[in-house]
C-alpha cells in the first residue's frame, strides 16, 4: 500500500473506532473488532454520507390508547399503523385523526397514514426507499414543503418536516418503519 492511502485508511479507520468527527454516527467495527484498511475508506465515507442514527419510538401506554382510538375513527381504516423509528433526537408529541387520515407529529417530522395517495395530483421524483424491500415513493412539493408519499400495503404514508427541520435523506431513512400495531 502507498504511503498516503495508508495514511487515509489509517485515519478512516481510527475516525470508525473512536467515532470523531462523523457526529452522532457509529460505524461498528467489521467481525471480531478489527477493521480491514482496504474496506475503511468506503465504510467512512458511506458514514459520513449518513451522519447520523435513528432510534426506536418510545411509545407509552397511553399514547398506544390514542393512536388506536385515532383508528377506530374510521370505518374499514381501523387497524393502526405506527412510526417505529425516528431520527436520533427527535421525539414523538401526538397523534390526531383528520377528515381522511391519522397524524403523527414529531419534534422535527410529521407522518400522516391514509387510504389515499394524495401525491397522484402533483409532478414529483420516484425515489427508491433505503433499507427496504424495493419500496418506491414519490417526492414532491406543496407550497415549500417536500413530501415523500409511498404505498403500505392497504395505506399509503406521507412523511414530511416542517419549516425543513429534517433533510430528505433523513426522512427517506425513518419511512421505511411506519409498522402495524399489534398490542
Known sequence: ?????????????GVLLTGTGLGSAQAAPAAGGAVSSAAAPAAA?????????????????????QIVKAFAAFDDFETPYVPSRMI?????????????SVTFSFKYMKVSVSPRDDSYSYKGTIVTLP???N?????????????LTF??????????????SLSKTKLEHVAVDVTRYQP
Do not use: C
Open 131 to 133: 433499507n427496504s424491500n
Open 1 to 13: 500500500m502507498r504511503y498516503p492511502q495508508w495514511i487515509a485508511a489509517s485515519l478512516a479507520a
Open 151 to 164: 404505498p403500505l400495503e392497504d395505506r399509503f404514508v406521507t412523511i414530511y418536516a416542517p419549516y425543513h
Open 88 to 100: 436520533t433526537g427527535d421525539a414523538f408529541k401526538k397523534v390526531a385523526a383528520g377528515s381522511d
Open 45 to 65: 465515507k458511506a458514514s459520513q454520507k449518513a451522519n447520523f442514527t435513528v432510534s426506536d419510538v418510545p411509545y407509552t401506554a397511553a399514547q398506544y390508547k
Open 135 to 147: 419500496v418506491k415513493g414519490k417526492w414532491y412539493k406543496v407550497g415549500k414543503t417536500d413530501m
